[in-house]
């Protein structure tokens, strides 16, 4: 996903670091700020991402590290108007809160000028610490440490407001809300887009692609599906409801505007004219 994203919103993965199987930290060369915040407002995958100031394999690398960073790219966050905290996260091991600050104080020679603030900081930093993956072999000190400026949280908050749970209309195979804007963004879909579902079931693909601004539509083989008709696949619920279907799942997100139509079609058989018809064909 976040690969899609990049080749989308601008950037790429660093070689600065070698990246591990399954680290749950990775390093990007991303040519601005700007650019940053529009990968976070797409991605459902990656949690925060960070202006990085410092990283190492030891707490003595990474203090070397932040005393090389550019002190005119620390000082708009650091002067003596500001308000700032510091968080730490650790990967697969939990300190104390005796260890966390231990931890912060050590960062004194960085030039913090602005008071502390633990409510509502113009800007929050982190140090991020990795042990490894292993639950059952935790090394006793990080096998990987970062410190950066807090800039943008990713959109994971949508797997949980595009919940199939409480969408109006679903069938058997309905698809996962995380899985779908997954897909959506592995395809790239950005605003004014025409993205086809040749298999569109409940139409999952359709929503997350509509959130995204692109105009959607499918077609299914199954005539009660894409009619709303049939028996239901909610608990006691025997027939499915007059306004069951997929454009209702597209208004109860406000998303309507971009539902262009969903057709009763055998995609063994070709239905389309020749030529390029649509920028993306997301499917599962």
Not at 30 to 42: D, F, N
Not at 161 to 172: D, P, T, W
Request: glycine share 8%; with cysteine.
């Amino acid at each position: 996903e976040i690969a899609s994203l990049l080749s989308l919103c601008g950037g790429q993965f660093s070689g600065e670091q070698e990246i591990r199987v399954n680290s749950p930290f990775w390093i990007l060369n991303i040519p601005s700020e700007e650019m940053a915040r529009g990968l976070m407002k797409r991605t459902v995958c990656a949690k925060s991402i960070f202006e990085l100031w410092g990283h190492g394999r030891s707490a003595g690398e990474l203090y070397a590290s932040l005393k090389n960073y550019p002190t005119d790219k620390m000082l708009p966050y650091l002067h003596s108007d500001s308000t700032y905290k510091v968080h730490i996260h650790t990967f697969n091991k939990t300190l104390t809160q005796a260890q966390k600050i231990k931890k912060i104080d050590a960062l004194e020679f960085l030039p913090f000028k602005g008071k502390v603030n633990l409510k509502n900081p113009e800007h929050i930093f982190w140090i991020l610490e990795d042990y490894g993956m292993n639950p059952n072999d935790v090394p006793e000190e990080p096998i990987h440490l970062y410190f950066g400026r807090w800039i943008a949280d990713g959109q994971r908050e949508l797997i949980e407001s595009y919940s199939v749970k409480k969408r109006h209309f679903i069938g058997n195979t309905s698809m996962d809300a995380c899985l779908s804007f997954i897909m959506a963004n592995h395809g790239r879909v950005k605003p004014n887009d025409i993205v086809y579902d040749p298999f569109v079931g409940t139409g999952g693909l359709l929503i997350s692609s509509a959130h995204f601004g692109a105009y959607v539509c499918g077609t299914d083989i199954d005539y009660n599906t894409i009619h709303g008709l049939g028996k239901a696949s909610r608990k006691n619920q025997k027939w499915r409801g007059p306004d069951e279907n997929i454009r209702a799942n597209l208004r109860q997100y406000g998303l309507e505007k971009y539902y262009l139509d969903a057709l009763v079609a055998d995609s063994s058989r070709p239905i389309w004219r020749k030529g390029m018809l649509f920028d993306a064909i997301i499917t599962d």
